[in-house]
């Protein structure tokens, strides 16, 4: 044996007698202490063996020790999402010709920004929902709630829910329904209870419009939200469906005993264009089993036009209504029109300069020729999308640029120009100019 190894050799006995020492030193110790110290000392043994076997295991295993099995299946297929939007809105419109009651906020043929040199909370938006996928082999079921919160939530209400349309209650179950997949062909999609309308390029939620305000068209054209029972079937991987019979727009229950229809028929020629076909029938007068509704609409959208930084949609409508009363709300008895008829149309188009910046412009055009779709007073306005006078004739600029300094954050400028075929349609005017800013979270 070398003398190094004696040397370690010698160490370690001298460190082993050295530790053999304290242990007899701290065992005498022991026997000599009062029973009240063994006892702590042995309680603190205890939980220290306690916190090693804990740090041996998982937090997530731990949790979901004391977590039921069937809350743990449910949050494990449940989505979570949402935003929460406020914005800023100023018309410069407003001077001397205005016709606006002093004081009053209300900006012109507006729905969710109508308050003007104010500061609105808009939504707060909860949406909770376990999807399902179609499937030619398996039943399956799913569902989807939407909660919007804020100042924009009246606007939107389905009659016989949070007291309907015009109500002051900031809250609205913007959705509610169950879909369930049918193992027939390719898979039979069926959804019942509300849902949001098949209608148009623009959606209630701000977030995910090309613009930040909603044009024309998605105000005084289409129903916001319908209750009933929904199909649809995907053919293939170029043709989708959708049939929805319902109770009428924005109803809730029914104001009459006459449902309403819409279908619709989805094209897609190749990965970057679709082609929607829709139309429309139901009575949706109260009372009134007899004088019809109907009308039609087609949506065009082009991805990477000419360049993959542009984008493109197209949208018209047309519509008609039997018996049609004019849409004064002054409180006098309104006109009945035995043929009522609007057209519509509109263009969006967004350029997206960087990953952080992009620009979207919009155009559209109304054509109420009998007045029955865009609500007017006599006198002032006292509510959102009101006017002065009856339009009958509506056109529109907006320049929106669209922020995003991170992906779950939106800063929007836009600035927007309005003009009516009426002269004094606009608060003693014939056209209004009107800026913003909204931001947005989305989670």
């Known amino acids: 044996m070398s003398v190094q190894a004696k040397r370690l050799k010698a160490i370690g006995l001298c460190l082993s007698a050295l530790l053999a020492a304290a242990a007899a030193v701290r065992a005498q110790d022991q026997a000599q202490m009062p029973a009240d110290q063994k006892q702590l ?60 009651t002093p004081g009053s906020p209300t900006i012109a043929g507006r729905l969710y920004d109508s308050n ?15 999807p399902i996928d179609s499937s030619p082999t398996n039943w399956l079921a799913g569902y989807r709630a939407d909660l919007i919160v804020g ?28 879909d369930i997949n049918i193992p027939i062909g390719n898979g039979l999609k069926v959804i019942a209870g509300k849902t949001v ?32 029972i929904q199909f649809a079937y995907k053919w293939n991987d170029k043709i989708d469906t959708e049939l929805v019979v319902f109770n009428g727009w924005d109803q809730l229950p029914d104001n009459n005993s006459s449902p309403s229809f819409m279908g619709r028929i989805g094209i897609a020629p190749d990965a970057n264009t679709t082609i929607g076909l829709l ?17 039609a ?56 300069f960087t990953d952080m910046v992009e620009l979207a412009l919009r155009a559209d055009y109304l054509k109420d020729k009998e007045g029955v779709r865009t609500p007017f007073v006599d006198g002032n306005v006292t509510a959102p999308a009101e006017f002065s006078v009856a339009p009958k004739e509506l056109f529109s600029l907006t320049a929106t640029l669209n922020i995003k300094p991170i992906a779950s954050l ?34």
């Open 41 to 100: 000392l042995d309680r603190i043994k205890q939980l220290e063996d306690k916190v090693a076997d804990l740090e041996g295991k998982s937090t997530q295993t731990v949790t979901q020790a004391s977590i039921p099995q069937k809350t743990l299946d449910f949050l494990g297929q449940t989505e979570i999402s949402g935003f929460v939007s406020a914005s800023y809105i100023y018309d410069f419109s407003r001077g001397a010709k205005s016709s606006v």
């Open 116 to 130: 003007n040199n104010s500061f609105t909370l808009d939504k707060f938006k909860l949406a909770v929902e376990h």
């Open 151 to 178: 100042q924009d939530a009246p606007l939107t209400h389905s009659s016989g829910l949070f007291g309907g349309p015009g109500s002051s209650q900031d809250i609205d179950l913007e959705q509610a329904f169950v």
């Open 197 to 228: 309308t098949l209608m148009g390029v623009e959606v209630i939620e701000e977030v995910s419009n090309p613009n930040w305000s909603e044009g024309n068209q998605f105000i005084y054209v289409e129903n916001f939200t319908q209750t009933g």
């Open 279 to 295: 139309g429309y029938g139901g009575c949706e007068q109260t009372a009134d089993n007899h004088d019809y509704r109907t009308g």
């Open 297 to 352: 609409e087609i949506v065009l959208n082009r991805n990477k036009l000419f360049t993959d930084k542009l984008n493109a949609w197209l949208q018209f409508d047309y519509g008609h209504e039997d018996n049609a009363p004019a849409a004064d709300l002054s409180g006098a008895t309104p006109a009945v029109f035995p043929n009522a008829d609007w057209y519509a149309a509109g263009a969006w188009a967004t350029y997206d």
């Open 410 to 443: 939106q800063v929007r400028p836009e600035v927007r120009y309005d003009h009516s075929a009426a002269p004094d349609a606009f608060d003693g005017k014939d056209d209004q100019v009107t800026a913003l800013i909204g931001v947005a979270y989305l989670y």
